[in-house]
T-cell receptor, first 115, second 116 residues
């Protein structure tokens, strides 16, 4: 089956530090890859996505590149801000075989950015 | 972007009662809607997938008689937790996907259910 593995948190960084959150996946076929962000008490917001190999998703200074050869989709940001404090989920979307696509999520990584 | 709303955002109920949670796609037609459950500090667990006008497909281990899902229109799906118990307390999140964009789901803000 499909699975997503992302680095365990929590991650604590100082403001303006460089961020990397590792994510690797196992899937049959050619999944699309996503990073979602969840702020406290809220639902999920799509942060960025990539639909095929070598695509780079980017948004709000965050980037991730779809690496098929290493089955990875690591999230990076060059300079984090306090407002980036949240839980980040890596996910893949693949056809479930039952007429729809299903998202498979990693366990989430909590990021805390301190001033 | 596509917007999904959920109502209520928070609900507290007594053990043994039933609770209905609504999920609406506000600016697109959601041919498929998904219901997830999230325990504190954990990831989202898919409970069921529903296509408009047909019965929901439940994931293994999810009781379909306890978690009733209705997807009566292209903009509304409901989740009813029947005879709720304290162990059903959780954060329930829905998402919708349109027939033209199978690759992306749009998430609601979630509903916090607390069963006393």
């Amino acid at each position: 089956g499909n699975s997503v593995t992302q680095m365990e948190g929590p991650v604590t960084l100082s403001e303006e530090a460089f961020l990397t959150i590792n994510c690797t996946y196992t899937a049959t076929g050619y999944p699309s890859l996503f990073w979602y962000v969840q702020y406290p008490g809220e639902g999920l917001q799509l942060l960025l996505k990539a639909t095929k190999a070598d695509d780079k998703g980017s948004n709000k200074g965050f980037e991730a590149t779809y690496r098929k050869e290493t089955t990875s989709f690591h999230l990076e940001k060059g300079s984090v801000q306090v407002s980036d404090s949240a839980v980040y989920f890596c996910a893949l979307n693949a056809y479930s075989g039952a007429g729809s696509y299903q998202l498979t999520f990693g366990k989430g990584t909590k990021l805390s950015v301190i001033p | 972007g596509a917007v999904v709303s959920q109502h209520p955002s928070r609900v507290i109920c007594k053990s043994g009662t039933s609770v209905k949670i609504e999920c609406r796609s506000l600016d697109f037609q959601a041919t498929t809607m998904f219901w997830y459950r999230q325990f504190p500090k954990q990831s989202l667990m898919l409970m069921a997938t529903s296509n408009e006008g047909s019965k929901a497909t439940y994931e293994q281990g999810v009781e379909k008689d306890k978690f009733l899902i209705n997807h009566a229109s292209l903009t509304l799906s409901t989740l009813t937790v029947t005879s709720a118990h304290p162990e059903d307390s959780s954060f329930y999140i829905c998402s919708g996907a349109s027939g033209t964009r199978y690759n992306e789901q749009f998430f609601g803000p979630g509903t916090r259910l607390t069963v006393l």
